[in-house]
């Protein structure tokens, strides 16, 4: 990843490899901005996973199905993946903190499946980093966005990470936060500063 994060319009279409992260305010704006960025991508060919909490994958799924996107299709063709950002991130900690090994074990294989071998691209939400920052465990989220930079050099998917804007993020941890991403997404397509 580069030395510090570039700013996108929210309407940006991502390539392949980064991984960008998005502030939110409110839930709406965050489910169209993971709609487009994962949509744009299914229209074009290319795989999707989204690993998010519940309200947030049914307000993704609403929005996608809102651009035209038959969900249930693309599920059963495996074309689009939906995790529960709860379940997998109890999955992946081990001893209180995220470990390689088991992210590598529970996400590597949904990667696989849905780039269908690596012979398409693949667009990936997440939102166990934000998971973990609602518990008050900032230190976590950052070494799980290493981790998520890890498994990038082994398989190559694009990442776009959600972070509540109200969560309570002491001292340096959003440029801690940003400095673990290539891009940041803004809001409003307005570039904003760090």
Known sequence: MSAGPNVIDATATLDLSVHAVRFYTDSESLCRSVAMFVGDGLVAGDGGVIVATRPHRHGIALQLRQRGLDIDELERDGNVVFVDA?????????????SWTQLHAAIAPILQQTSRGHQRRVRVYGEMVDVLCRQQRVTDAIQLEMLWNELAKMISFSLLCGYATGNNYEGGAVDDICGQHSHVLSASGVPTSL
């Open 86 to 98: 709860d379940d997998l991130l109890d999955r992946i900690v081990v001893d209180g903190a995220p």
